[in-house]
């Protein structure tokens, strides 16, 4: 039977720590949360790779380092509201609900939702939800959000998403550009957002966030 909390003190141990992630609630709940109850069946055993795992419908389990960094350089408190785009089957939002308040989950795939629901009730993350609606128009009714996290690659990042943050709140988007990415950290100050270069990270991009195609004669 294959020890899957070993599995999550290694990924801790040697994917997360090496990349300068070392702040405890990061750390305690990556070490909770069982990344493989948060995956299709048949790749429960892949749940712990050093790399992002396709979800199918353009949904990505990003990588742990990449997903520590990204909360590491939110530094989401106690008493935040959270909105997670493209929670797929709910990891993320498990995992950032054991460091917020409250977490908005967003998954427009109703398969999707429904098993992160069920999972994330199942893993005792009475703080968390998952809107079903599309991802780029997030979930205004819910906000608005001290903090933003985006789980998958973004080439255009919708306006309704940034209008639902709030005055001093925090984003973190992976942009893409082809094959290259680079996730950054946006602080919005009135209406304005001020971005910030944190680390090179890469993910699938997400439906509704693609640039649009542009033609010339």
Known sequence: MTDFAERRRMMVDTQVRPSDVTKYPIIEALLAVAREDFVPDAQRE???A??????????TLIEARTLAKMLDALDIQGDELVLDVGCGLGYSTAVTARMAEM???????????????????EAGADN????????????AE????????????????PQALLDQLK??????????SGALGEVK???KRGTQISWRFAFNAGALVMPGFEKDATFAL
């Open 128 to 139: 968390a939800i998952v809107h079903v609606g599309p991802l780029a128009e997030g979930a």
């Open 167 to 176: 005055d001093g709140g925090r984003i973190a988007v992976i942009f893409m």
């Open 50 to 59: 050093d790399r992002n795992m396709d979800l199918g419908a353009g949904r």
């Open 46 to 48: 892949a749940a712990y």
């Open 185 to 187: 950290i946006g602080h």
């Open 142 to 157: 819910h906000g608005p959000y001290d903090v933003i996290l985006v789980q998958g690659g973004v080439e255009d990042l």
């Open 103 to 121: 977490v908005i989950g967003v998954e427009e795939d109703e398969m999707m939702s429904s098993d992160a629901q069920a999972q994330l009730a």
